[in-house]
């Protein structure tokens, strides 16, 4: 099993910019999660799919984020326009969640480490 | 709101010696706790999780946690540690999301 693949690892970009972050979660699995990691404020859930919905997004910042999921195998962090304040390690994890109450562990992609200067 | 604890930004412990993580909770309801640990440059790897059932955990790399229901706590624990062991280590809580602590530094050394 190949595990969560993110792309890009780093991506470096001017303020103003656009910046997608993609991830590939775990064939099979039907949840997916984005985080964003900072020293100052340490993991954040961002956004959470299950079977490609959004089922919470109220960690997302501010409208400037974006989160999609077209399909099971796919799901696209967007941030636009960019702002230094952004910058932080994005990971993305999926799960395998029965009904109900979600017990799966998750597997966490390697992180997307993003720097707006 | 769910939330966990955990107290400590640092642990400094010295190789072969017995280790503890801590970790406090607030649930309502039966708490789903769960230890990942993250190396450097690297995502979260699980370790361990409590749903129900015994209260002494075991996971992977010999680390367990001891759930304790009157004291709100569950701690991870390594009878010895190695050096190989110094990471960060997240407690996390489950609802419909994970929720993690903000996490400790475990540094084991020589």
């Known amino acids: 099993d190949a595990g969560v693949i993110q792309s890009p690892r780093h991506e470096v970009t001017e303020m103003g910019q656009e910046v997608t972050l993609r991830c590939k979660p775990i064939?099979?699995?039907?949840?997916l999660f984005w985080y964003r990691q900072t020293m100052m404020r340490g993991l954040e859930l961002l956004i959470y799919?299950?079977?490609?919905?959004?089922?919470?997004d109220s960690g997302m910042p501010e409208d400037r984020f974006s989160a999609k999921m077209p399909n099971a195998s796919f799901s696209t962090l967007k941030i636009q326009p960019s702002e230094p304040r952004d910058s932080a390690v994005y990971f993305c994890?999926?799960?395998?969640?029965?009904?109900?109450?979600?017990?799966?562990?998750?597997?966490f992609g390697e992180g997307s480490r993003l720097t707006v200067l | 709101a769910q939330s966990v604890a955990q107290p400590e930004d640092q642990v400094n412990v010295a190789e072969g010696n017995p280790l503890t993580v801590k970790c406090t909770y607030s649930?309502?309801?039966?708490?789903?706790l769960f230890w990942y640990v993250q190396y450097p440059n690297r995502g979260l790897q699980f370790l361990l999780k409590?749903?129900?059932?015994?209260?002494l955990v075991k996971g992977s790399y010999g680390f367990e946690a001891e759930f304790n229901k009157s004291q709100t706590s569950f701690h991870l624990k390594k009878p010895s540690a190695l050096v190989s062991d110094s990471a960060l280590y997240f407690c996390?809580?489950?609802?419909?999301?994970?929720?993690f602590g903000k996490g400790t530094k475990l540094s084991v050394k020589p």
């Open positions: 649930v309502s309801g039966n708490p789903y």
């Open positions: 064939s099979g699995h039907n949840s």
């Open positions: 994890a999926s799960s395998l969640e029965g009904s109900g109450r979600a017990v799966g562990e998750l597997f």
């Open positions: 996390a809580v489950r609802d419909i999301n994970l929720i």
């Open positions: 409590y749903i129900t059932g015994d209260n």
């Open positions: 799919f299950n079977n490609n919905v959004p089922i919470d």
